[in-house]
């Protein structure tokens, strides 16, 4: 086996992987996942700022 032979084997393999995950990306399974995911940017309520509200509520009651 020389080089040529192991390039071309090399980007044989590596097409098939390209294939397979952008199979895998595509699938029906993975669709719920990307959903939620895209909407992540317009959820109501930042953790930041419900951790600055917990503090401050507990600054409130006189915990710290």
């Known amino acids: 086996m020389d080089m040529i032979d192991f390039h071309s084997l090399y980007t044989v393999v590596m097409l098939?992987?390209?294939i397979g995950i952008c199979l895998w990306a595509?699938?029906?399974?993975r669709k719920p996942f990307f959903n939620e995911a895209a909407n992540?940017?317009?959820?109501?309520?930042?953790?930041?700022?419900?951790s600055a509200l917990k503090l401050q509520e507990k600054k409130d009651n006189g915990y710290e």
């Open 16 to 18: 098939v992987v390209f």
């Open 40 to 50: 992540l940017p317009f959820a109501d309520e930042d953790t930041s700022t419900k």
């Open 26 to 29: 595509w699938s029906n399974k």
